[in-house]
């Protein structure tokens, strides 16, 4: 039975199919300005590449701030439960999740048995977002991914003036400027973002074993620095790339709803 | 919070570091400046403090006076209470209970540690607290929340009418750490009948409250005393008000800072007489010999910062003042309204100020109640900002009494009162003559604007407005 | 009807207003309900509650005050400037926080730039931020001094017999208000949070005799309705909300906002004045007393109390916690009924929102379905 996800986000669109509780397809692609025209694309990827069409698909659910636009779901599921509920099927010992996604940041407390006990979400300002790791990457001419590698080998992080991005981003032009080596720069960002995501994740209590989902979680320099601030071992989820969170979510929730149990 | 943040009571590594800081000059000067190098975050504030002489080294002294008693209060058999700047402690010292003042706590981990108070301003959203809240209040509770400092007895403000983001501060932090709270409540009137009356009960509500919370009845001689002493501060104050009204002020920079943190942290108690009369004894020599209080010797600019200052790390805010010439006017903080102010007899403002009386008790209580609604802010941040004795007519005439030649504003994001009208005030002092710079930053957060941004912008408007 | 109480509850200068400015009658805005209506009705004025809903732009606002300020004020001021609270022949502004407080002189000097837009009867209301003799005597002496004042500006007479009468009522709609209060928490519901917060919010803005008239027939009406079945049960607890929209994204079919404490709605009509003795004194205990607003220093104690019998009352599977940016005061109690209603085993959501134009509802959504989705997942476990 052919269960499907879709997570439609601010900066990427996922989509994921399964097949009796296992991922048989998954597609990551950068989302277009209409949420419908994203999700109609990556679901299509999947299904071409996965050889079936819609019909085959049981039951489909989307997530993510467009999921009510998608026109080939069943039900819409907010974010917040899909990305608990793929995490728990990334890492059943989890009891709290991070997720850093494009424009939002949120952690969640789940119980023994997967279900949601907490949450919290920030997302009134840039500075705790994959949007600041985006904005200081373009500033040092990085990839998002150089980002994480760069932080790793520096000596001696700078510690930001300002929590503000924009603020941040005249630091940065200003460290550039005195020669502060890349790395350094690197990792100071990696810091300041661990540091306003840590005060969120301390607002709902830390519970082993801590995940982080979404973009930024493959970002290790950020990873790292979180564990630092958090005090607590963040286990890596290396089932699954850990953007497909939520989409994953979702097809277990579609699953579900067809009937079909998922492990 | 860092693991190291938690493994000593904070307000003892505080009282550690005061302590060591007064030691500082008992060796020779090479030991003094080869020990600098290893307090990389404050040498420039002990040194900017010490800098001053006699008068530097006794407020380093009162400061580790301050925090021994907080730290050992629980020890000694004292009851402890969270208090705010704006509640003058004669009281509390009246009645053997030892004052913790939140705002000087965090303006003194601003000023020497490296992060500041960044933890425990960080810490306060984790439990709860709302992050638009105030900096000055939020960056010592959030020690207190946590557990790492002495024991509270109880929370007492006297905000509520004045500021409500102090008031609230207040009121969260008893609520969550289970403990006694009372607040003495500002009607939006000063002076008349109704508001004297309403501060007397409140006052005598208040010791009501004290009595119960410490078990003992006030002692009317100790109060005495103590009012004796703050009378004679008030007269040390006055001639420094009045010296500082010459051209050139011999009034040096900091002066104006220990003042008024000395009055906060020991008012009534001969540790603040004992900086005063220091500083008195400096400014009347530079009088007599007619020069300038800056450390240049030449006063380009006389400035007046109508709220409070900034506390950036290593006092830096006189330092830019002081190397640029730039002599220190004064600020809502440093003015007390006794009788005797230069400010009062000069406005004919003896209602709005407050006098001593001791003839008995109930007088006595009268005075204590009129001493505190007439603290800073608790005075003029009630009702609307143009009412009389309210905070524009403070600030005109006071920038006037002080020959300014421009008005700063600096205060916190999460000064609501003030945000709220600040353009407006504005816009009154620049239309009476007065050159008027609002300050974005955050008086005690520096990630909310970095220093140097700070600083930058500071001189911008010096030199668009052609005062430099 | 809910067509006229939602007209009554969207539209400023409404036609209640409009006829009774027609009739050459007056009428006095305020901001906080800690100002007693019972003292214009007595003066044969319409007491009329000045929001900011409807403002869609902030700049008049932005312009006097300053950043860092709640927008509830501010789109206040933003009506204002644009003329459109010059229907108001008086307006009264109390300290009910620091940035309310402050509307007192932007208003002012927004009036002085442009012609018209201050009332000409302007008038600070002081009011203690705590509940004890002398400060009721205070609140007394200044309510005197509120009427005084009314009477010279508009030239009437406000004696004790006319207060008396009008408590009586105020005092009778009251009790209507708790039936109605009494039907929002049934097992089964006749009407929507949204709902019922149109027909409280339009008791601000009209005669207090056709108020009670349309409420009477409402709730005989609602009365025999069937009521809504099988939704999440809801509290919204924090700060103003005067925007039936924002309950409506909140309930989104799913859920049904059952109870509230907030200033535009229970808080408002709870409690009776008394009706023997001085009346000015017994609308001070009443106004001064009743009001669950956390700008009453050190009273948590008791607000977590009346909060979890609401709970238990009507039966809450969740309490919602939002604040306005820059509202400390609810931003921060939120804080601590969440620790203290969780420890209960209550579920609670904090939200921070603006307050204006309802824009950022898709996040709003999100996260108000999530914490339903939570209240649900507990069900089917239990």
Redesign the interface.
């Given at each position: 039975m052919f269960a499907a996800g879709c997570d439609v986000g601010s900066l990427t669109s996922k989509a994921v199919i399964m097949k009796d509780g296992k991922i048989i397809e998954s597609v990551i692609i950068k989302s277009k300005a209409r949420p419908w025209e994203s999700a109609d694309e990556v679901m299509n990827i999947a299904l071409s590449r996965a050889g079936l069409t819609m019909k085959d698909i049981k039951s489909c659910v989307g997530t993510g701030y467009g999921r009510d636009k998608i026109s080939f779901i069943d039900e819409a599921v907010s974010e917040i439960a899909c990305h608990g509920k793929g995490a728990r099927w990334l890492v059943p010992s989890v009891r709290t999740v991070i997720d850093i996604g494009g424009q939002d940041c949120k952690a969640l407390r789940l119980d023994d048995k997967g279900n949601m006990m907490k949450f919290i979400t920030n997302d009134k300002c840039a500075s705790g977002t994959g949007r600041f790791l985006e904005v200081m990457a373009k500033v040092m001419h990085l990839n998002l991914d150089e980002l994480g590698e760069m932080s790793a080998r520096s000596k001696q992080p700078i510690t930001f003036a300002s929590a503000c991005t924009v603020w941040a981003q005249a630091d940065v032009i200003q460290h550039l400027n005195d020669k502060v080596p890349i790395e350094d720069i690197a990792a100071g960002v990696n810091n300041a973002m661990a540091s306003r995501m840590s005060t969120l994740a301390n607002n709902i209590g830390l519970e082993k074993d801590v995940c982080m989902t979404g973009g930024v979680a493959k970002n290790n320099g950020v990873v790292n620095a979180l564990e630092k601030h958090l005090g607590i071992r963040i286990k890596r989820i290396r089932r699954e790339d850990p953007q497909l969170a939520g989409a994953i979510g979702a097809a277990l929730f579609a699953a579900e709803k067809a009937g079909g149990g998922a492990k | 919070m860092?693991?190291e943040t938690r493994e000593y009571k904070f307000d003892w590594m505080l009282w550690t570091t005061f302590a060591a800081a007064a030691r500082l000059k008992s060796g020779t000067q090479k030991e003094y400046r080869a020990i600098l190098k290893y307090i990389p975050y404050f040498n420039r504030m002990v040194d900017a403090l010490l800098g001053t002489g006699e008068p530097g080294q006794k407020f380093i002294e009162i400061c580790a006076k301050y925090m021994e008693n907080l730290t050992f209060a629980k020890e000694k058999g004292k009851k402890t209470a969270i208090t705010t700047f704006c509640f003058s402690p004669a009281i509390f010292y009246a009645m053997d209970i030892v004052p913790i003042c939140l705002e000087v706590l965090s303006v003194m981990m601003t000023f020497v540690y490296k992060?500041g108070t960044a933890e425990f301003l960080?810490?306060c959203?984790?439990?709860?607290?709302?992050e638009?809240?105030c900096s000055s209040q939020r960056g010592t509770i959030g020690a207190y929340l946590a557990g790492i400092g002495s024991d509270v007895d109880m929370f007492v403000?006297d905000t509520?009418?004045v500021?409500?983001?102090n008031?609230?501060?207040?009121?969260?932090a008893?609520?969550?750490l289970n403990k006694p709270?009372?607040?003495l409540?500002m009607?939006?009137?000063l002076t008349g009948l109704?508001s004297n009356?309403?501060h007397r009960?409140?006052f005598k509500?208040l010791i009501r409250f004290l009595e119960e919370q410490t078990g003992k009845k006030l002692d009317s001689e100790r109060l005495k005393e103590n009012l004796r002493e703050l009378a004679r501060q008030d007269e040390i104050i006055a001639e420094l008000e009045d010296l500082a009204r010459l051209v050139p002020s011999p009034v040096p920079v900091p002066y104006n800072l220990m003042v008024y943190a000395s009055r906060f942290l020991f008012a009534g108690m001969p540790e603040c007489t004992g900086v005063l009369e220091s500083m008195l004894k400096v400014a009347r020599e530079n009088a007599a010999k007619n020069i300038s209080g800056l450390s240049g010797g030449v006063e380009k600019l006389r400035a007046f910062f109508c709220y409070i200052d900034h506390y950036a790390q290593n006092m830096q805010l006189w330092q830019m003042l002081d190397s640029n010439g730039i002599c220190y006017q004064g600020n809502i903080l440093s003015h007390f309204w006794s009788h005797n102010a230069p400010h009062v007899a000069h406005y004919h403002k003896e209602e709005a100020a407050y006098n001593i009386n001791m003839a008995n008790t109930d007088a006595l209580i009268d005075s204590l109640s009129m001493i505190n609604s007439r603290m800073p802010m608790i005075k003029s941040i009630r009702?609307?900002?143009?009412a009389p004795n309210m905070w524009l007519e403070d600030t005109l005439g006071l920038a006037k009494l002080y020959n300014a030649d421009f008005i700063v504003y600096n205060g916190t994001?999460?000064?609501?009162?003030?945000?709220?009208?600040?353009?407006?005030l504005a816009?009154d002092t620049e239309k009476a003559g007065y050159p008027t710079y609002?300050m974005?930053a955050d008086a005690f957060d520096?990630?909310?604007?970095?220093?140097?941004?700070t600083e930058e912008r500071f001189m911008e408007f010096l030199k668009v407005r052609r005062l430099v | 009807m809910m067509k006229e109480f939602l007209e009554a509850s969207t539209a400023l200068n409404n036609k209640h207003v409009t006829k009774w400015k027609k009739n050459g009658k007056k009428v006095v805005g305020y901001t906080c309900s800690y100002v007693p209506d019972e003292i214009f009705h007595a003066a044969g004025i319409l007491p009329f509650r000045i929001r900011g809903f409807g403002a869609t732009d902030i700049t008049i606002g932005d312009t006097y005050f300053g950043p860092f300020i709640c927008s509830l004020p501010k789109c206040m001021l933003q009506l204002a400037g644009e003329g459109k609270f010059n229907f108001l022949d008086g307006a009264i502004i109390t300290p009910g926080c620091d940035s309310m407080r402050r509307l007192d002189e932007c208003w002012r000097k927004a009036g002085s730039d442009v012609p018209g837009v201050l009332p000409p009867f302007f008038f600070h209301f002081g009011v203690p931020h705590k509940y004890s003799d002398y400060t009721i005597k205070w609140f007394t002496e200044e309510t005197r001094r509120l009427i005084a004042a009314v009477e010279e500006h508009f030239k009437v007479e406000i004696t004790d017999a006319d207060l008396k009468k009008s408590i009586k009522l105020y005092n009778y709609s009251r009790r209507v208000l708790d039936r109605f209060e009494a039907l929002r928490t049934l097992d089964a519901p006749p009407f929507s949070g949204e709902e019922a917060l149109a027909v409280i919010l339009a008791g601000t803005t009209m005669p207090r005799e056709e108020y009670n008239a349309l409420l009477e027939k409402f709730i005989a009406s609602a009365e025999k309705s069937s009521g809504i079945k099988d939704r999440v049960r809801l509290m919204l607890v924090g700060s103003a909300n005067d925007d039936v929209g924002m309950v409506r994204v909140m309930e989104g079919g799913k859920a049904l906002v059952v109870a509230d404490n907030l200033c535009f709605g229970s808080r408002f009509y709870t409690d009776q004045v008394g009706e023997n003795g001085d009346p000015v004194f017994e609308l001070s205990k009443r106004y001064l007393g009743h009001n669950d607003c956390p700008r009453m220093y050190g009273d948590y104690q008791r607000r977590l109390n009346i909060l979890e019998q609401k709970v238990e009352k009507a039966k809450i599977d969740g309490v919602i916690l939002q604040n306005i940016r820059f509202c400390d005061l609810h931003g921060a109690e939120n804080g601590l009924f969440e620790r203290d209603l969780e420890a209960k085993g209550i579920p609670c959501m904090r939200l921070e929102r603006e307050y204006g134009p309802l824009v950022e509802t898709g996040r709003m959504k999100m996260r108000v379905d999530a914490f339903i989705e939570r209240i649900q997942q507990r069900r089917t476990i239990a």
């Open positions: - | 860092r693991k992060r960080d810490y959203n984790e439990v709860g607290f709302t638009t809240s403000t509520p009418g500021c409500d983001t008031a609230n501060a207040f009121s969260f008893a609520a969550y709270f009372f607040q409540d009607p939006p009137d109704r009356e309403y009960e409140d509500a009702g609307p900002y143009d994001p999460g000064c609501r009162n003030t945000w709220g009208m600040v353009k407006l816009r609002i974005y520096a990630r909310v604007q970095s220093w140097e941004a | -």
